[in-house]
């Protein structure tokens, strides 16, 4: 099993950068399929980018394509979230998770069973 710790938010202006990281603890962090998610006050946790187990396959929610990049160091079992041009509607807590063997389907939450605690990112105008 793995257990994930979230860094790197902040407060940022509209236009600018941060970097998140997700820690795993264990020795499995490379077989998972990892995601971020995030949380906006008042609204849902809503999927935002999604990477396979090496590293080969990313997804990103419509979003945040061509503004973010998720990304996975196995030997650091770390867990990265570039995010560029940062919009105050960015403003979210963001969560990374672990999918569970065998899931599929990037954005179901349901196929994530282990989760960080969360990192709060606010962009201001």
């Known amino acids: 099993q793995v257990q994930l710790v979230e860094s790197g938010g902040g407060l940022v202006q509209a236009g600018g950068s941060l970097r998140l990281s997700c820690a795993a603890s264990g020795r499995t962090f490379s077989s998972y399929r990892m995601g971020w998610f995030r949380q906006a006050p008042g609204k849902e946790r809503e999927f935002v980018a999604g990477?396979?187990?090496?590293?080969?396959?990313?997804y990103y929610a419509d979003s945040v394509k061509g503004r973010f990049t998720i990304s996975r160091d196995n030997a650091k079992n770390t867990l990265y979230l570039q995010m560029n041009s940062l919009k105050p509607e960015d403003t979210a807590v963001y969560y990374c998770a672990a999918q569970r063997p065998g899931g599929y389907t990037w954005s179901d939450q349901s196929e994530y069973d282990r989760w960080g605690q969360g990192t709060q990112v606010t962009v201001s105008s």
């Open positions: 990477i396979s187990t090496l590293g080969r396959i990313t």
